[in-house]
């Protein structure tokens, strides 16, 4: 336990004592304004899922708009909506995000409920599994101690 607060204080020494961390909402509802999407149970279930996000240690690893991508991803499989592209550009590219890196970033959320397929353009599993699969996890989330190399 005495190397919880040295651990502390050298994570904040390095973010020079930066705690003001920009979350996800902002780019979130731009890009669903601006795919026509943000309404109802669309807007609700992606501010949910960057509200459950905000339980790990996520928003220290990556910028706001990749966890924004990757909760409509979410968002697209729970409600089983198809994206819309705007101007002939895939969805993604509304959060300025590599497919390789959605990728990257989906896997590591799908490990909060046991979510292991990810192919991009979207090429997934029906709602009804994903929903099975998020509500039948155990699992625990995103813990610091998994991603301690990527924070340093």
Not at 128 to 140: H, L
Request: with cysteine; aromatic share 12%.
């Amino acid at each position: 336990m005495k190397l919880l607060p040295i651990a502390e204080y050298h994570l904040l020494a390095t973010i020079s004592f930066d705690i003001n961390i920009e979350l996800p909402y902002g780019p979130l509802v731009a890009a669903l304004k601006k795919l026509n999407i943000a309404h109802g149970d669309v807007l609700q279930v992606a501010w949910n899922f960057v509200n459950d996000w905000c339980c790990t240690p996520l928003f220290l690893i990556y910028q706001p708009h990749y966890v924004a991508a990757a909760s409509l991803f979410f968002v697209a499989q729970w409600l089983n909506l198809s994206l819309p592209s705007s101007r002939e550009k895939p969805w993604w590219l509304e959060f300025e995000v590599s497919p390789k890196r959605l990728q990257g970033i989906i896997k590591l959320l799908g490990g909060c409920f046991e979510y292991e397929k990810v192919d991009i353009p979207l090429t997934t599993p029906s709602a009804t599994e994903f929903k099975r699969e998020m509500r039948s996890s155990s699992k625990s989330c995103i813990s610091t101690s998994d991603h301690m190399d990527e924070l340093m």
